[in-house]
């Protein structure tokens, strides 16, 4: 084992930290491959580990690991290396997105795992969770009052064994605003390396990638419903990639649809011409001429003429 301090620590704690280098010894601390997609029972989420009043789901700080909630294990590692495992080349399980991206270095102990510059690692989180503490997931029960199925396991020289095989017990907690009911557990941590993606196309028969999401942690207080059946919580990349590129296709289309149409009628129905109208010559503004008011019914009169013979009459003397 090698032990050296990075250029670049993801922090300047005083603690004094090991850091592994060597790449045989940070590779016992890999649980195995996940190249094909991985789904969580539900029971993961919806049956959470009530330990010391805090609730888990899937695991427990002391001795408690629920096998069915993580990929299966190829290491023999015990349950006290918990705090530096990861899976390798793996990708989030179906449902949980990558809550944050990991550089310089991996753990949450005095022991930390150095990262090559060609690998990317990050930490999976249900879709309502966000990162807590290193790679630890959590979130805050929503409602005020809410029914929460949880089990009490019994610490078993550090046996393993699933929520499925025990008998729930059922707790109604209240909401105030001086108090919240947080739910812990502990994040997958997947790591790759761009050879890796090969792997992926081939155990789906696609060519993506590992799921995208922010690939920063949230600031924002996330909700819980525990009594809720986890969701996908939203489309793939795969799936916003193609309604991306589908949509604008789509109206292309229905456009080109549309033109034709109108072509077609055009040419089936073609608008008359009607001919154009002969205009009168242009006249300037002249003197009115008069208007003959005979047809308005007024009487015609004709004017006093000089040659109309009169008569003559002599006054007598």
Known sequence: MTTT?????????????????????????????VTASFTPPVSCLSTLTLFNSQF??????????????????????????WDVYYYSPAQCPSGWAQATSIAYSFGRSATQLSLGSDTTAVVCCP??????????????????????????????????????????????????????????????????????LKAFAAATGTSSTPTQ????????????????TPSSHGLSSGAKIGIGIGIPL?????????????????????????????TSEFKAPGEPELQDTSKYGAPAHEMYSDNEPRSHYELSS
Request: hydrophobic share 30%; aromatic share 12%.
């Open 5 to 33: 301090t990075p250029s670049s620590p993801p922090s300047s704690s005083s603690t004094s930290t090991t850091f592994i280098t060597d790449q045989v010894s940070i590779a016992a601390f890999n649980r195995g491959p």
């Open 56 to 81: 888990y789901f899937g695991h427990r700080a002391e001795g408690y690991f629920d096998t069915a909630c993580y990929p299966s294990s190829t290491s023999s590692l015990a349950a006290d290396a």
């Open 127 to 196: 879709g309502y969770f966000y990162v807590g503490n290193d790679h630890a997931c959590q979130s805050n029960i929503a409602s005020t009052t809410t029914s929460v199925l949880y089990i009490s396991p019994v610490l078993n020289n550090n046996l393993w064994y699933s929520t499925d095989g025990n008998a729930p017990s059922t707790t109604t907690i209240t909401e105030t605003a001086t108090s919240a009911n947080w739910i812990l557990g502990d994040g997958i941590a997947v790591w790759w390396q761009s050879s890796d």
């Open 213 to 228: 999401s922010t690939g920063t942690q949230s600031t924002s207080t996330a909700t819980h419903s525990v009594t809720s």
């Open 250 to 278: 789509g109206v292309i289309a229905l456009g080109l649809i549309g033109f034709f149409v109108y072509f077609r009628r055009r040419r089936r129905n073609p608008i008359p011409q009607t001919e154009p109208q002969e």
